[in-house]
């Protein structure tokens, strides 16, 4: 394989509730760590695997991974972007590309991990998975009141994981100021163009606890 994969999961989960760090979180028995892991070891193109650990919790997330699939651990940070930044610093000598990917995004099919990865490799410096918006979008002001109806067809909700040439990645994080919450952004600031490919519903973030009541209905109704 040619692609280093880094997975934050360094987050605390305050949206999910109460509990251990989301990325320890159960879903059908196994942390959505060991899910998520175990997807992206499945795709052929990866070569390593650089996970970004709560601080408290590297020991635990080393042996979880153990039997999952050969990774490296390193401590996480504040935000999502120093996690990645530290998972980002971590990666070995050799993959010349790298995608970031949500330790949240635990069904992703390993199919998304390698049609990511391939329109990288194909020529493209920065590639996201993208789904159309199905809801009507309104922009309202503090107090709730509707400015107006946004034209939907131009926009795409972005997930993970999101691919790049390993320097163009390692150049955004160098001159990132204003943390943000996806990698791309970071590039997009560089001036440096970024595509779309088609991403997948499995790919859905769990965030709220209705999403892993989702995810774990999905998994009972087709086990993967
Ligand atoms: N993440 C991280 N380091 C942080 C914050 C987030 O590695 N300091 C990771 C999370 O573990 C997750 C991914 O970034 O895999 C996407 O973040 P999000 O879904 O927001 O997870 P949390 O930050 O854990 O959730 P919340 O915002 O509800 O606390
Ligand atoms: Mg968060």
């Known amino acids: 394989g040619d692609v280093a994969v880094l997975v934050p999961a360094a987050g605390a989960g305050v949206r999910l ?3 251990r760090p989301k990325a320890l979180r159960l879903l059908a028995g196994e942390s959505l760590l060991v899910h998520a892991v175990r997807r992206i070891a499945a795709a052929p193109c990866v070569h390593s695997i650089v996970v970004a ?9 080393a042996e979880l991974l153990a039997p999952v699939a050969p990774v490296i651990v390193v401590a996480g940070g504040a935000t999502r972007q120093e996690s990645v930044a530290a998972a980002l610093a971590a ?3 050799g993959p010349g590309i790298v995608l970031v990917h949500d330790a949240a995004r ?3 099919p390993p199919e998304l ?4 990865a391939a329109a990288v490799r194909a020529g493209q410096d920065a590639v996201i998975p993208v789904l159309p918006v199905v809801d009507t979008i309104k922009e309202v002001s503090a107090d709730d009141a509707v400015l107006g109806t946004v034209d939907r067809s131009a926009l795409r909700a972005v997930q993970t994981p999101q691919g790049f040439r390993r320097d163009v ?3 955004a994080h160098a001159a990132a100021v204003d943390p943000l919450t996806d990698d791309a952004g970071l590039v997009e600031k560089q001036g440096i163009p970024v595509r779309c490919v088609p991403g997948s519903e499995y790919a859905m973030k769990i965030t709220r606890p209705f999403d892993l009541a989702l995810a774990e209905h999905l998994l009972a109704a087709a086990p993967a």
């Open 17 to 19: 509730g109460p509990g």
């Open 53 to 61: 650990a709560p601080t408290a919790e590297l020991n635990a997330v």
């Open 91 to 93: 990666v070995p000598a």
């Open 106 to 108: 635990a069904l992703t």
């Open 113 to 116: 991990v390698e049609s990511v």
């Open 169 to 171: 990645l390692a150049a």
